[in-house]
């Protein structure tokens, strides 16, 4: 992997520090670098930094190559780590946590669907309380990759023919009441 | 525990979608067992995983309305069938009560938006009211028809055993299995019970995702299942609905049922195959037909 830092002054040292006054972050620092947490996922094998080196990287203030990995978008928030951990680190929620960042600081891969997707996601559960899986999906695929729309033909044949496949625009009855939860990409965390 | 608690039925997206049969088979399953239940008024999305990662405040927000909702209606028990429904919806009762900082914010956003304070809601898994609530000698005392021979794995997934532990053991989970036997089927090992699936990941990282269902399936049926039992809309989703392409990519044989734990009770309790939504499967059709054709009236099935 490319290291984007190269000397301790580039570090953004303060960064573990703001990271363990979030929920779920606080015994960031008490890592033993034990590597359970590697050994338990099911996607590290396919991650470009593994969860152990992700806790040793933020601790060292690798801001810029932790926010920039896939490994955050690969995490599919599943607990096996946490659960695990010996230090009881709540490593899934140090992932959100960087996920949250990168968005809000718009450092993700270019053309990776993942985050498109949770925020088009967000969008369209903010405006109108429930999500609509087909257009977000299609809406999703047309911003980040077209190319996946013919893949996901099949796919959506097999839902068509079965019954499980509503077009249908779900919308909440009282749409007002979501007007007082902030719009999610405006937040800093 | 009283069999006659109402509960309240949050079915979250997935539900009224691409998981139908979940809803089917959990309304019938209900009324089989004459377990009062009715859907949570107006709900809305729960927002997941997504939601998580964009805000957790807002996130946190979302899934309270639901709990708020569930308050007005007077009763105690939500019911969130879909696993990562279950997770978000706890997961903001654990923010809330353990970070004054979100519970104030939780606290303003219900005064906005008119709707009462949060109070003791409980938050549970279809797994464990079946377990906890029904039990498993009750479950085995209702079964009509059994069936026999028929071996399966079942696959618990992630986000309703973890990371809180009250649906089942977080580490060895057994309740589903104890239930399945009880309701007549053979229940294989399986050691990927808890093994992610990759949930979204299908959609967004295709090919990862359909590797982690390919190891998962791949793994049931070396130990002699012939079907996989699951208890999430987005579990039963991808086991079932890229077998064509894992049979493409790798030339292994895979064509296994992949069922929802209530389409199994509800076949036991002598629930019809169109109620339980049997006939929506995508995969494994053969063995569906072959398995579910047997009359109430008739004792087994061999
Ligand atoms: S399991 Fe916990 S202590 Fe061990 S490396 Fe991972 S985060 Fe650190
Ligand atoms: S929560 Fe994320 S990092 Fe932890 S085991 Fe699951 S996928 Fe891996
Ligand atoms: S799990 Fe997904 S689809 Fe279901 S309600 Fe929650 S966000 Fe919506
Ligand atoms: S196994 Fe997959 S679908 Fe099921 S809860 Fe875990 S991530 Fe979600």
Redesign the interface.
């Known amino acids: 992997m490319e290291r984007q830092i190269r000397y301790q002054r580039e570090a953004d040292l303060e960064w573990a520090h703001r990271f363990t006054q979030?929920?779920g972050c606080e015994r960031l620092l008490s890592c033993i670098q034990c590597g359970t947490c590697s050994g338990t996922c099911?996607?590290s094998i396919?991650m470009d930094i593994t969860p152990r080196q992700v806790i040793a990287m933020v601790r060292e203030g690798f801001r810029d190559d932790v926010l920039k990995s896939k490994t955050i978008?690969?995490c599919?928030?599943?607990?096996?780590c946490?659960?695990e951990c010996p230090q009881k680190i709540?490593i899934?929620d140090v992932m959100?946590r960087l996920?949250?960042e990168a968005?809000q600081n718009n450092v993700f891969p270019k053309r990776f669907?993942?985050?498109v997707?949770?925020?088009e996601?967000?969008e369209m559960?903010?405006r109108r309380?429930?999500?609509?899986?087909?257009w977000m999906?299609f809406r999703?695929a047309l911003r980040s990759n077209p190319a996946?729309l013919l893949?996901m033909m099949?796919?959506g044949w097999?839902?068509w023919r079965?019954?499980?496949?509503?077009m249908r625009m779900?919308r909440?009855?009282?749409v007002n009441?979501?007007q007082?939860?902030?719009a999610?990409?405006k937040?800093v965390? | 525990m009283e069999p006659s608690a109402k509960y309240l039925y949050y079915p979250g997206c997935s539900l009224k979608g691409t998981g139908i049969a979940y809803e089917e088979s959990l309304l019938t399953t209900f009324r089989l067992l004459e377990l009062p239940i009715k859907e949570l008024p107006d709900w809305n999305c729960c927002g997941a995983t997504n939601y998580m990662s964009v805000s957790e405040t807002s996130a946190t927000l979302l899934a309270a309305r639901n709990l708020a909702l569930a308050r007005q209606t007077g009763s105690r028990d939500l019911l969130a069938p879909c696993n990562a429904c279950y997770l978000t919806l706890r997961k903001s009762q654990e923010l809330v009560a353990h970070y004054p900082k979100i519970a104030h914010e939780v606290e303003q956003f219900l005064e906005q938006a008119g709707l009462p304070r949060l109070d003791s809601v409980r938050v549970r898994h279809v797994l464990e009211v079946l377990y906890t609530d029904v039990g498993v000698e009750r479950l085995r005392e209702l079964t009509v028809r059994r069936l026999q021979g028929v071996r399966m794995a079942s696959y618990y997934g992630c986000q309703a055993v973890r990371p809180y532990g009250e649906v089942d053991d977080p580490h060895e989970p057994t309740r589903m299995d104890q239930i399945l036997k009880a309701v007549g089927v053979d229940v294989v090992e399986y050691n990927l019970k808890t093994k992610c699936c990759g949930g979204a990941l299908t959609g967004t990282i295709h090919d990862v995702g359909v590797r982690l269902n390919y190891i998962l399936l791949k793994e049931a049926m070396r130990q002699g299942a012939q079907a996989i039992v699951t208890i999430c809309p987005l579990c039963q989703f991808n086991l079932d609905a890229y077998q064509a392409e894992i049979r493409k990519q790798t030339g292994e044989p895979i064509d296994m049922p992949i069922f929802y734990l209530t389409q199994i009770v509800g076949w036991a309790l002598g629930g019809d195959v169109r109620e339980l939504g049997l006939h929506r499967a995508i995969s494994g059709k053969k063995l569906i037909e072959q398995w579910f054709t047997v009359k109430k009236e008739a004792e087994t099935y061999v």
């Open positions: 979030h929920p099911p996607l396919y978008w690969l599919a928030s599943c607990y096996a946490s659960v709540n899934t959100y996920k949250r968005i669907p993942i985050p997707l949770a925020q996601f967000c559960v903010r309380g429930r999500n609509s899986e087909f999906v999703m996946i893949s099949r796919t097999d839902l079965t019954g499980r496949l509503s779900e909440i009855q009282r009441e979501l007082y939860i902030p999610a990409t937040e965390d």
